[in-house]
């Protein structure tokens, strides 16, 4: 079953997803799982599930 992990506040949460088909422009439909406005951990760490406490980096923008 194809899960990703969301930023809730600086904590993962694991999600179960429920794909559609393909469109046109090479993207996969998600049908059900995430809600608008969530952050998808991108290329998390090897053996990272819910709960684990993500690592911010500020930027002072100076």
Excluded at 5 to 32: F, K, N, S
Excluded at 33 to 49: F, K, S, T, Y
Aim: glycine share 16%.
């Amino acid at each position: 079953m194809p899960s990703v992990l969301v930023d809730h506040q600086g904590v993962t949460e694991m999600h179960v997803l429920r794909l559609g088909g393909p469109l046109p422009d090479g993207q996969i439909q998600v049908l059900a799982g995430l809600r608008v406005g969530q952050i998808i951990v991108n290329d998390p760490p090897a053996g990272i599930g819910s709960g684990y406490q993500l690592q911010t980096s500020a930027s002072s923008g100076e």
